[in-house]
């Protein structure tokens, strides 16, 4: 079975620094897809960005961008110029064909003014 | 994009009575809905698999007579918490798959808001 693993609980950053979460799966699949989503206070999950595993480029959208290594099962998520607006949770998601979304433990950001 | 409606965001019910919530996909056709149960500060945990005009699939210990799902159409799936008790007050949260014009070839999750059950 799928296997997704979150070991930061916790986080937090000044305004503006860098910040980098990070995830690790477990699958023998080698076509499958990766998510990064956001779940702020009002607790609707947000799709921050996705990685296709055949792809070997990582994905990048404005400030959020990953770094996919595949042969480690390793997808970080990396979170440029931080905003006060980036505290949430953030939960990484790995997807297999038609099967479930499996998500992590989750990583709880802060951006501190 | 896709938009996925849930319903109701809130709601607060007395012991022993039934509560139905509702998943809509509002501009995509979801072959496949799934609803979750989300604890305070945990992740979320998948309740059932449902597909459109089959028979819900439900993960290892959930109570399937607890949590009645119904998928009649390819735009709404129903979550019904039957005889509810405190210990079913909790954030359910449903997610649609469905073929995104945006995303070709991929199906891609939406969710709705969620639902925060309180049960007295």
């Known amino acids: 079975a799928q296997t997704v693993t979150q070991s930061q609980p916790e986080m937090s950053v000044q305004e503006a620094e860098t910040v980098t979460l990070s995830c690790t799966y477990d699958t023998s699949e080698s076509n499958y897809y990766l998510f990064w989503y956001k779940q702020p206070p009002s607790r609707q999950m947000i799709l921050v960005i996705r990685?296709?595993?055949?792809?070997?480029q990582n994905a990048t959208e404005n400030r959020f961008s990953v770094n996919f290594q595949k042969a480690a099962k390793s997808f970080s998520l990396k979170i440029s110029d931080s905003q006060l607006g980036d505290t949430a949770m953030y939960f990484c998601?790995?997807?297999?064909?038609?099967?479930?979304?499996?998500f992590g433990q989750g990583t709880r950001l802060t951006i501190n003014p | 994009g896709a938009v996925v409606s849930q319903h109701p965001s809130r709601v607060i019910c007395k012991s022993g009575t039934s509560v139905k919530i509702e998943c809509r996909s509002l501009d995509f056709q979801a072959t496949t809905m799934f609803w979750y149960r989300q604890f305070p500060k945990q992740s979320l945990m998948l309740m059932a698999t449902s597909n459109e005009g089959s028979k819900a699939t439900y993960e290892q210990g959930v109570e399937k007579d607890k949590f009645l799902i119904n998928h009649a159409s390819l735009t709404l799936s129903t979550l019904t918490v039957t005889s509810a008790h405190p210990e079913d007050s909790s954030f359910y949260i449903c997610?649609?798959?469905?073929?995104?014009?945006?995303?070709?070839?991929?199906?891609?999750?939406?969710f709705g808001a969620g639902s925060r059950l309180t049960v007295l």
């Open positions: 997610s649609a798959r469905g073929l995104t014009p945006t995303v070709s070839g991929a199906n891609v999750l939406t």
């Open positions: 998601a790995f997807i297999q064909g038609a099967q479930k979304l499996v």
């Open positions: 990685q296709e595993a055949y792809k070997q």
